[in-house]
């Protein structure tokens, strides 16, 4: 368990963002992944895997309109489930291929999760998670105007589609999850920030139209499982200050007391690296020695020696 981590993978990770995202492309980015979490499992770390769903919950979400006129419909929650699912059996998959070019023969399993929300969150009053495909100004005014998304301009690269994210305050499956760690077992869960569901006037469960931060629920796993570092995988190999400014530096270390500051100056949008921050500086106020690698894929290497990407602890 002392080498026990939490990889979080952002969506993009298996749906690149310069290309369609196929089914073919998802499973060549998810060998890529695939080959850096392999490094960690050889150099003799058990990584408990998630994964965001953006991207792809997004396309799946489209498909559900436009075959509206002749199939029924799918929640949101069911999207976040069959998102869920599809993409931990390609990482699995992957995975599972990996190790045994590399003479290991190791099973990976994909648990399906569901992670509570309040009722009341006032984040389903502010839509803010940008999901699926990236729109010119024109055609997200269309979009808006055509089927009522509400739609944000997102890290300059166009407007997204935005939906309610909720802060996760449990996980469902946290004891089944967690025996299966302790057992050696190696795991992609939670995946997509879990399947948002809320408990009713009886105490039943419900599923709900949003979409969790998987940053958000990373932490909230690692914590659970007891991890001291939780590793967040993006497209940047570090975090910068005063990014796509002249002034912009990269960032190799940073304070909790310093991300807060940067977090109220601004310095980090709520669509893009806001939540990561929040989730690491979250996840390393509640964990005694806890904690965070932000970096790219590349930099998963590094993630057992303290090198490389941009490293957030307590002080």
Same mark, same amino acid.
């Given at each position: 368990?002392? =080498?026990?981590?939490?990889?979080?993978?952002?969506?993009?990770?298996?749906?690149?963002?310069?290309?369609?995202?196929?089914?073919? +492309?998802?499973?060549?980015?998810?060998? $890529?992944? %695939?080959?850096?979490?392999?490094? #960690?499992?050889?150099?003799?770390?058990?990584?408990?895997? $998630?994964?965001?769903?953006?991207?792809?919950?997004?396309?799946? #979400?489209?498909?559900?309109?436009?075959?509206?006129?002749?199939?029924?419909?799918?929640?949101?929650?069911?999207?976040?489930?069959? $998102?869920?699912?599809?993409?931990?059996?390609?990482? @699995? +998959?992957?995975?599972?291929?990996?190790?045994? =070019?590399?003479?290991?023969?190791?099973?990976?399993? &994909?648990?399906?999760?569901?992670?509570?929300?309040?009722?009341?969150?006032?984040?389903?009053?502010?839509?803010?998670?940008?999901?699926?495909?990236?729109?010119?100004?024109?055609?997200?005014?269309?979009?808006?105007? +055509?089927?009522?998304?509400?739609?944000?301009?997102?890290?300059?690269?166009?407007? =997204?589609?935005?939906?309610?994210?909720?802060?996760?305050?449990?996980?469902?499956?946290?004891?089944?999850?967690?025996?299966?760690?302790?057992?050696?077992?190696?795991?992609?869960?939670?995946?997509?920030? @879990?399947?948002?569901?809320?408990?009713?006037?009886?105490?039943?469960?419900?599923?709900?139209?949003?979409?969790?931060?998987?940053?958000?629920?990373?932490?909230? #796993?690692?914590?659970?499982?007891? %991890?001291?570092? #939780?590793?967040?995988?993006?497209? !940047?190999?570090?975090?910068?200050?005063?990014?796509?400014?002249?002034? +912009?530096?990269?960032?190799?270390?940073? &304070? !909790?007391?310093?991300?807060?500051?940067?977090?109220?100056? @601004?310095?980090?949008?709520? @669509?893009?690296?806001?939540?990561?921050?929040?989730?690491?500086?979250?996840?390393?106020? =509640?964990?005694?020695?806890?904690?965070?690698?932000?970096?790219?894929?590349?930099?998963?290497?590094?993630?057992?020696?303290?090198?490389?990407? $941009?490293?957030?602890?307590?002080?």
């Amino acid at each position: 368990m002392e =080498r026990m981590m939490v990889v979080a993978l952002g969506g993009n990770a298996i749906s690149p963002p310069d290309a369609e995202g196929n089914i073919s +492309q998802q499973f060549d980015a998810a060998r $890529t992944s %695939a080959a850096r979490i392999a490094d #960690l499992i050889q150099a003799g770390y058990q990584p408990v895997i $998630t994964h965001g769903n953006g991207p792809q919950v997004g396309n799946v #979400l489209r498909r559900v309109e436009l075959a509206a006129h002749e199939l029924y419909t799918l929640s949101l929650d069911i999207c976040v489930a069959d $998102t869920q699912s599809g993409i931990g059996y390609m990482i @699995g +998959q992957c995975v599972m291929n990996e190790l045994r =070019r590399r003479g290991v023969n190791r099973p990976v399993a &994909t648990v399906v999760t569901c992670v509570e929300v309040e009722r009341d969150d006032p984040a389903f009053e502010r839509p803010s998670k940008p999901i699926g495909r990236f729109y010119s100004a024109d055609k997200a005014g269309e979009m808006q105007e +055509q089927y009522g998304w509400r739609m944000v301009e997102d890290a300059g690269r166009g407007y =997204r589609r935005v939906v309610a994210s909720p802060m996760p305050r449990r996980i469902v499956e946290m004891e089944t999850i967690r025996r299966m760690v302790i057992a050696g077992e190696l795991l992609v869960a939670a995946g997509g920030g @879990g399947i948002p569901v809320v408990r009713d006037e009886r105490g039943e469960l419900k599923g709900v139209d949003a979409i969790i931060d998987k940053d958000r629920t990373a932490a909230l #796993l690692a914590a659970g499982l007891g %991890a001291r570092l #939780l590793v967040i995988a993006t497209e !940047v190999d570090r975090v910068a200050i005063d990014f796509g400014k002249p002034s +912009q530096r990269a960032v190799e270390r940073m &304070t !909790v007391a310093e991300a807060r500051k940067h977090l109220r100056d @601004g310095q980090f949008p709520a @669509g893009s690296m806001g939540p990561k921050i929040e989730a690491a500086v979250e996840f390393v106020s =509640r964990v005694e020695g806890g904690r965070v690698l932000i970096c790219d894929l590349a930099g998963l290497a590094e993630a057992g020696g303290g090198n490389g990407g $941009t490293w957030v602890v307590r002080e």
